[in-house]
């Protein structure tokens, strides 16, 4: 009968590394995971906007000032990003503060190829805001789990979590709701409550599958 293992991590006949030490992401890993993830944010992001719904954190605000400017999102998103970033240098240090600036950086410039490249001319707007959501947070998931994120709310969200053991997801979803009554004063009422709808999905999918301890890598 095989030895349960200790604390200290106990070899395996199989030589893999033992169930109960962390074995990081190699830089490789982490390269290839952020490129997965901010380019799967940007194109829900970009199916959201072409379903003139919204939705939360940074994101959202962003897609709110595109509706009543002539800035486009790329732009924007970087733009109410910067001042996340000084909260990320003092709670995460500068490793995290530079990957998130860096994945902010790549969604903005992957909003701009599905904008330029990704045309759609018509988009049914129950079926965008559930695939731009989902999109959005699987590619959160994604950030989170190779040390970023993208920017603002998930920055807040990732340090409620790991100061305070508060579920990232749910602690996006009320900052969320925020940003979604905002919505009202630009967009009809029945896209902001299909972005509300959008919005709990996007949250329910990270506060599922992003939990302190479930992950090790």
Not at 23 to 35: I, Q, W, Y
Not at 93 to 112: D, N, Y
Not at 121 to 139: D, H, K, R, T, Y
Not at 181 to 205: D, E, F, K
Request: charged share 10%; proline share 5%.
């Amino acid at each position: 009968m095989p030895r349960p293992l200790q604390s200290g991590g106990d070899r395996r006949d199989d030589g893999l590394a033992p169930l109960d030490v962390r074995v990081p992401h190699s830089r490789a890993e982490d390269a290839f995971g952020v490129f997965t993830g901010t380019f799967m944010a940007a194109l829900g992001l970009y199916i959201l906007e072409q379903s003139e719904a919204v939705t939360g954190g940074t994101a959202g605000l962003s897609l709110l000032l595109t509706f009543g400017t002539t800035l486009p999102f790329a732009a924007w998103f970087l733009l109410v990003n910067i001042p996340f970033f000084a909260l990320a240098t003092w709670r995460k240090g500068w490793v995290f503060t530079v990957k998130t600036a860096v994945s902010v950086a790549v969604v903005s410039g992957f909003a701009w190829l599905c904008e330029q490249h990704f045309p759609i001319p018509e988009i049914q707007p129950v079926f965008g805001v559930v695939a731009g959501n989902l999109l959005v947070g699987v590619a959160l998931l994604i950030c989170f789990r190779h040390g970023t994120s993208l920017g603002g709310f998930n920055i807040l969200a990732i340090i409620a979590q790991e100061q305070f053991r508060l579920r990232a997801g749910y602690v996006q979803m009320g900052l969320d709701v925020t940003v979604i009554l905002l919505a009202l004063l630009v967009i009809a009422p029945q896209n902001v409550l299909l972005s509300a709808l959008g919005a709990v999905i996007m949250n329910i999918t990270l506060a599922f599958n992003h939990r302190p301890g479930r992950y090790r890598a």
